[in-house]
């Protein structure tokens, strides 16, 4: 028979817990990934403070949420 430690089989314990949980957020966050784009139309740059957003309409003018100006494409 194989004598074992309490300490080492509770830290042998959690090591392969933690294994497990860090291989299966990998494998969850490459599903994630897949289908997740951006697409360049919807991000906008404000030409008076510099801030960068989305909207989500392809329109010609959009307003900045910040300082409300308006920008154009």
């Given amino acids: 028979m194989i004598k074992?430690?309490?300490v080492v089989g509770?830290?042998?314990y959690l090591v392969l817990f933690l294994c497990i949980v860090f291989c299966?957020?990998?494998i969850s966050r490459k599903e994630k990934d897949r289908g997740v784009y951006?697409?360049?139309r919807l991000v906008w740059f404000?030409?008076?403070c510099a801030y960068t957003y989305f909207t989500s309409r392809q329109e010609a003018i959009s307003v900045c949420p910040r300082c409300s100006?308006?920008?154009k494409k």
């Fill in 4 to 6: 074992l430690d309490f």
């Fill in 10 to 12: 509770i830290s042998m």
């Fill in 24 to 26: 299966v957020w990998l």
């Fill in 38 to 40: 951006l697409d360049e």
């Fill in 46 to 48: 404000c030409t008076v």
């Fill in 69 to 71: 100006s308006y920008n």
